[in-house]
């Protein structure tokens, strides 16, 4: 079980636009100081994958493996790890952070109405996407 | 209105390889590449002033590092680093140092080696935001993105794989009469539609094979085409743009949709005039926006068009990636992004490897690279025509 923390993107200080992948400037105003905040982690699913083929060990050994696209509601469209059953287009979704073995913190989103401890069996043997 | 790029040729179109591993470095490809190229316009090397490369696998050299390598003295230099799109990227730059006498003959080229095991790390350090934002869901760099997008276009507009299909199979149809396509077995749609899944709905036969090889041309002016009697290809038209529709959640439409009306209008000729599509195609999604983003159907109307338009050399429909495309020929790493150019160019000059399109006098070449995070960044097209016809 891994430790489920809330999702925490950039903000820009200037014009308070969530920026994501990370990045140095603010591509709204192009402001340079901006902050990592909690923010709202509903958003729609805008499209999934069943990975059959990794270039990685650790994804070799757990596939097939979930991947979903979502828009958040604070703009930002992210890639994300799925949990749960097979996603279904536009289906409502939240999305947390967890760490993964190699110590990223990676993005995993599930359904909206799901327990969000479910991201937390991601990277546990057996217990991961399906 | 921008000025017109009359006064320019394209010759030589030259390819290198194809293999699908090799020890030699990507400088080597390049190198033979600009060698076949010189050879086949009958131009010295010494006349050489101006160079443009793309290549994914030169670093930590660059074309700078090319010109001692070589031994090229050029008074006009690109890096041309955008992948799918950088011939026809480096095709417009070099038409205009043409124009503008900054240059005489130019060389374009891409090259790229493919050594085994060098793919991973390519595909984890494409960039900043791919090593942050993708790889690490799944590591499967490129396959995910598409994948995500195959999915989304085909939840949009109602395609299925076998529309997908009929794009690889009829490629696979043209790369059967080109000597140097990877992969020229005949596919058919039972074939293709029991591939082995890599990341659904994207299945083996819409992937590309990473290979290692180089494409090349000549840009120099009209008089000095004339004057090395070699046929030469002129630039009716041609436009790119960067990074189109941020706007859009999922890229369903390339930057091609912004442009093709004044590039058909610069060019004077419609979709319809076009005798053959070269489209980008690292995979079929793709060469099915751009169909529709260039002008061939509506939006959201080409799974409709692949349905009922023969796209082989000669089945009198539309002749798409005349060489068999990327999907069948193989994928040189950024040389893939010059197989279309080199192509539209022998096939307007009768210097075909493969299969002819019967009477082609005018066609267009489109590119697409540089998937940065979630979609590819440079869409480009040329619309080029047979000289003096
Ligand atoms: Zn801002």
Same mark, same amino acid.
């Given at each position: 079980?891994?430790?489920?923390?809330?999702?925490?993107?950039?903000?820009?200080?200037?014009?308070?636009?969530?920026?994501?992948?990370?990045?140095?400037?603010?591509?709204?105003?192009?402001?340079?100081?901006?902050?990592?905040?909690?923010?709202?982690?509903?958003?729609?699913?805008?499209?999934?994958?069943? #990975?059959? +083929?990794?270039?990685?060990?650790?994804?070799?050994? /757990?596939?097939?493996? *979930?991947?979903?696209?979502?828009?958040? !509601?604070?703009?930002?469209?992210?890639?994300?790890?799925?949990?749960?059953?097979?996603?279904?287009?536009?289906?409502?979704?939240?999305?947390?952070?967890?760490?993964?073995?190699?110590?990223?913190?990676? #993005?995993? +989103?599930?359904?909206?109405?799901?327990?969000?401890? /479910?991201?937390?069996? *991601?990277?546990?043997?057996?217990?991961? !996407?399906? | 209105?921008?000025?017109?790029?009359?006064?320019?040729?394209?010759?030589?179109?030259?390819?290198?390889?194809?293999?699908?591993?090799?020890?030699?470095?990507?400088?080597?490809?390049?190198?033979?590449?600009?060698?076949?190229?010189?050879?086949?316009?009958?131009?010295?090397?010494?006349?050489?002033?101006?160079?443009?490369?793309?290549?994914?696998?030169?670093?930590?050299?660059?074309?700078?590092?090319?010109?001692?390598?070589?031994?090229?003295?050029?008074?006009?230099?690109?890096?041309?680093?955008?992948?799918?799109?950088?011939?026809?990227?480096?095709?417009?730059?070099?038409?205009?140092?043409?124009?503008?006498?900054?240059?005489?003959?130019?060389?374009?080229?891409?090259?790229?080696?493919?050594?085994?095991?060098?793919?991973?790390?390519?595909?984890?350090?494409?960039?900043?935001?791919?090593?942050?934002?993708?790889?690490?869901?799944?590591?499967?760099?490129?396959?995910?993105?598409?994948?995500?997008?195959?999915?989304?276009?085909?939840?949009?507009?109602?395609?299925?794989?076998?529309?997908?299909?009929?794009?690889?199979?009829?490629?696979?149809?043209?790369?059967?009469?080109?000597?140097?396509?990877?992969?020229?077995?005949?596919?058919?749609?039972?074939?293709?539609?029991?591939?082995?899944?890599?990341?659904?709905?994207?299945?083996?036969?819409?992937?590309?094979?990473?290979?290692?090889?180089?494409?090349?041309?000549?840009?120099?002016?009209?008089?000095?085409?004339?004057?090395?009697?070699?046929?030469?290809?002129?630039?009716?038209?041609?436009?790119?743009?960067?990074?189109?529709?941020?706007?859009?959640?999922?890229?369903?439409?390339?930057?091609?949709?912004?442009?093709?009306?004044?590039?058909?209008?610069?060019?004077?000729?419609?979709?319809?005039?076009?005798?053959?599509?070269?489209?980008?195609?690292?995979?079929?999604?793709?060469?099915?926006?751009?169909?529709?983003?260039?002008?061939?159907?509506?939006?959201?109307?080409?799974?409709?068009?692949?349905?009922?338009?023969?796209?082989?050399?000669?089945?009198?429909?539309?002749?798409?990636?005349?060489?068999?495309?990327?999907?069948?020929?193989?994928?040189?790493?950024?040389?893939?992004?010059?197989?279309?150019?080199?192509?539209?160019?022998?096939?307007?000059?009768?210097?075909?490897?493969?299969?002819?399109?019967?009477?082609?006098?005018?066609?267009?070449?489109?590119?697409?690279?540089?998937?940065?995070?979630?979609?590819?960044?440079?869409?480009?097209?040329?619309?080029?025509?047979?000289?003096?016809?």
């Amino acid at each position: 079980m891994t430790k489920i923390g809330n999702l925490q993107l950039l903000v820009c200080d200037d014009c308070g636009k969530v920026q994501y992948p990370d990045r140095e400037i603010c591509a709204d105003c192009l402001g340079g100081t901006l902050t990592r905040k909690t923010i709202d982690n509903g958003g729609e699913l805008l499209s999934w994958t069943r #990975l059959h +083929a990794s270039l990685e060990p650790m994804f070799q050994q /757990a596939l097939p493996w *979930l991947i979903a696209s979502v828009r958040l !509601s604070s703009g930002p469209v992210v890639v994300a790890h799925w949990v749960g059953a097979e996603p279904t287009m536009g289906q409502a979704v939240q999305v947390v952070m967890v760490d993964d073995p190699q110590d990223r913190k990676v #993005l995993v +989103a599930l359904d909206a109405d799901a327990d969000e401890k /479910a991201a937390g069996q *991601l990277f546990v043997a057996d217990g991961g !996407s399906a | 209105m921008s000025q017109d790029y009359s006064g320019v040729a394209l010759l030589a179109p030259t390819t290198v390889g194809y293999q699908r591993y090799s020890d030699h470095g990507a400088a080597w490809f390049i190198g033979r590449c600009v060698a076949d190229l010189l050879a086949g316009a009958g131009v010295a090397k010494d006349e050489l002033d101006g160079l443009a490369v793309s290549s994914m696998t030169l670093a930590p050299d660059s074309a700078v590092s090319l010109t001692e390598h070589f031994g090229l003295t050029t008074r006009w230099l690109e890096h041309v680093p955008m992948g799918g799109a950088a011939a026809v990227v480096s095709l417009r730059r070099a038409a205009r140092a043409i124009q503008a006498g900054d240059a005489r003959v130019i060389a374009c080229v891409a090259g790229d080696t493919n050594r085994k095991g060098g793919f991973r790390d390519a595909i984890e350090n494409f960039s900043v935001f791919s090593r942050q934002a993708v790889y690490p869901y799944g590591a499967a760099g490129p396959n995910v993105v598409f994948a995500l997008i195959t999915r989304a276009y085909m939840a949009e507009f109602g395609a299925t794989r076998e529309d997908f299909g009929r794009i690889c199979i009829a490629q696979r149809e043209n790369a059967s009469h080109n000597p140097v396509a990877l992969l020229r077995d005949p596919l058919d749609m039972q074939t293709y539609l029991d591939a082995r899944p890599i990341a659904e709905p994207v299945h083996l036969f819409d992937c590309v094979l990473p290979c290692a090889g180089a494409e090349g041309f000549l840009v120099t002016s009209v008089e000095r085409a004339r004057s090395l009697d070699v046929p030469f290809v002129e630039i009716l038209a041609v436009d790119e743009r960067h990074n189109a529709f941020p706007e859009d959640p999922v890229q369903l439409r390339g930057g091609w949709a912004m442009f093709r009306d004044e590039l058909y209008a610069a060019a004077g000729l419609g979709p319809g005039d076009m005798n053959f599509v070269q489209a980008y195609d690292d995979y079929p999604v793709i060469a099915l926006q751009q169909l529709e983003d260039l002008g061939f159907c509506d939006k959201g109307a080409g799974p409709e068009f692949v349905r009922h338009t023969e796209l082989t050399c000669t089945g009198g429909g539309l002749p798409l990636n005349t060489c068999g495309g990327q999907l069948s020929a193989g994928q040189a790493g950024f040389a893939g992004g010059h197989l279309g150019t080199v192509e539209a160019i022998r096939q307007l000059t009768g210097q075909v490897l493969g299969q002819q399109v019967p009477d082609a006098s005018v066609g267009i070449v489109s590119g697409y690279g540089m998937v940065n995070y979630d979609r590819c960044l440079c869409s480009a097209a040329a619309i080029l025509r047979r000289a003096d016809s």
